[in-house]
């Protein structure tokens, strides 16, 4: 006899239920999916136990035939795919046909169902595979399955589980996923006899963000759309005052399935680039709507991993539809007072970083069924991007007009210090719109979207009149048309001098000083190969360096905007930062790495003292800088106190 033998169906269900059926979680999730494939209304999850001892989840579906029931339950029996075609087309949540026999290998599961046009319904019970005689029964429209006593039958299982809390917690988190992703199902959730969430159908994700994580979080989001081609993307991604400490709070669902994907999480990464502090992540609940041929959802058992035919495309997509929202959006922080607690006696006033003060919009109008199709009007996603622009009052005229490439630098400017007059060789119309200039050929596209001057009609504007004066060498303060603002004169200096920067590099002209005398720096080996082997790379950005053997290197030329910069000390710190600290994967991002580090080291410094014409310089160059609330490192240059928030504080509203 040989030593292959086929394995009995009981042990291919079994295994099949190790991938399929990690803990209770996964098994809510599978059968909310075939409630929401059978198209109902109204879905109800109760747990127990976080799911060890009972999972009962109903729903108002199509449901089944008496004839349909012991398929259910059969290995690869489905009523979602018809041919291997059809796997190149999926649009369902489930199509794999192997969920519910693995299920029942491993539980004891009774299922009643009664379609629409049945007198009466039908149940059936399974016990470790086992299944007893279909049997009338008496039942609403839809599909009531139990799960009791999950990996009963496999011990060993059944010791891998959590503690009750923590299975309860992410039967919680996958309720929350298939809830976000599908706002127009009325979905209820108990716990040990106890309702956690109750949430009606609504027509946007908004207010079912608010139940899940605060109406703080849902009312500090931005609406985001772009369509590209039959790619569209559509969603709410958080203001950077909101930001977490995990990525948790990312959601992106395509085609209603929450998925995880490292490409596009990274391209939601770059997109705050800049916006956030390190070690900070976004938040996000985005929608992405692509033809089911272009992805292949066939990856794992869990349907969570997907593919993407042409990823790079969705990508660029995905973060030029962010930059875009924020580039015409105010990311600048509002300060507000701390609220009192009940009962306690007013005291000072401390203010506190807070999110932005705009009124929140109404949710989205409902989509179309089917859900995330696409062919959806874009009429209504009109209507939601307006509701983010300021009510009832006309558009501020943008803070670089259409004629700033024909403008002249006004008068003071040729007398500026040298650490403000970035550019003396250069004429004025550098900061021209980016429809007035084109990037030179060859220059990196990345870095030439990146780097293109965009007007944000948001921004506060200073007034014309007003003289801003600084307190502590440090902070400068200056009167806007909403109350005043407190601006951190290193973060600001920095943002200009890393967006002039990185122009420059967009549009291959970076100026370079040559060195009368090559300065020779000493520094470790390793630091001096390494920074010889991005000596191309720094090329780019003006700074020219040739090994001159063992642990020296030449500097023989710097960039003429950091002319104040010490070249040993600039090159040092380089070689150190690319020595030391995880670098990105590609060109752009490398570049960007180093402006930042290099745009730090050239600002002006906390504690440094200013002079008038200074002063009037920097804040100048702020209305030039698209992204001039943020520095590159994600800190805030600037804080706003409204005037009715002043008028509070003295009482006189």
Partial sequence: MGLIQKLPPSVVNQIAAGEVVERPASVVKEMMENAI?????????????????????????????????????????????????????????????????????????????????????????????????????????GTVMEVRNLFYNTPVRRTFLKSDSTEAGHVAETFARIALAHPQVHMTFRSSGKVVHDLPAVSGIRDRIA????????????????????????????????????????????????????????????AYRGLLMVGRNPVAFL?????????????????IEVRFRDPQRVYSHLLSTLRQTFLAGDLHSRLQPVPAAKGAEPSAPSPALAAPSWSAPAAPPAR?????????????????????????????????????????????????????????SQPFDEFAPAAAQAPPPGASPALAAEAAPVASPGVPELLPHAKAIQVHDSYLIAETGEGMMVIDQHALHERIIYEELRRRVAEGRVESQGLLVPEPVHMPADEVATLLEHADLLATLGLEVEGFGGDTVLVRSTPVMLRDVLPERLVRDLAEHLAT??????????????????????????????????????????????????CPHGRPTALIFTKSELEKQFGRI
């Fill in 37 to 141: 494939d059978a198209g109902a209304r109204r879905v109800e999850v109760s747990v127990e136990r976080g799911g060890k001892d009972l999972i009962r989840i109903a729903d108002d579906g199509s449901g089944m035939s008496p004839e349909d029931i012991p398929l259910a339950f059969t290995p690869h029996a489905t009523s979602k795919l018809q041919s291997a075609e059809d796997l190149h087309r999926v649009r369902t949540l489930g199509f794999r046909g192997e969920a519910l026999a693995a299920i029942a290998e491993v539980s004891k599961v009774r299922c009643q169902t009664r379609r629409a046009d049945a007198e009466e319904g039908s149940e059936i019970v399974i016990e470790g595979g086992v299944a007893s005689p279909i049997r009338p029964c008496g039942c609403p429209v």
């Fill in 368 to 424: 179309p069924d089917p859900a995330f199709a696409l062919d959806s009007p874009p009429a209504n996603r009109e209507a939601i991007a307006s509701w983010f622009e300021p009510s009832k009052k006309p558009p501020a005229p943008p803070l670089i007009p259409d004629d700033v490439g024909r403008a002249r630098p006004p008068e003071w400017a040729g007398n500026l210090p040298g650490r403000f007059d970035f550019a003396p």
């Fill in 211 to 270: 139940a899940f994580f605060g109406r703080e979080l849902a009312d500090a989001l931005l609406w985001v759309e772009g369509k590209l081609d039959q790619t569209s993307l559509w969603g709410y991604v958080g203001h950077p005052s909101q930001s977490r400490s995990s990525t948790k709070s990312q959601y992106l669902f395509l085609a209603g399935r929450y998925v995880r994907d490292r490409s596009l999480s990274h391209a939601l990464n770059e």
């Fill in 581 to 630: 600290q995880p670098l990105p994967p590609t060109r752009d991002g490398l570049v960007a790495e180093l402006l930042h580090m290099v745009s730090c080291k050239a600002a002006v410094k906390a504690g440094q003292k200013l002079t008038a014409e200074e002063i009037d310089a920097l804040l100048a160059r702020r209305e030039l800088a698209h992204d001039a609330h943020h």
């Fill in 287 to 303: 929608n992405l709507e692509i033809p089911p041929e272009e992805v292949d959802v066939n990856v794992h058992p869990t349907k």
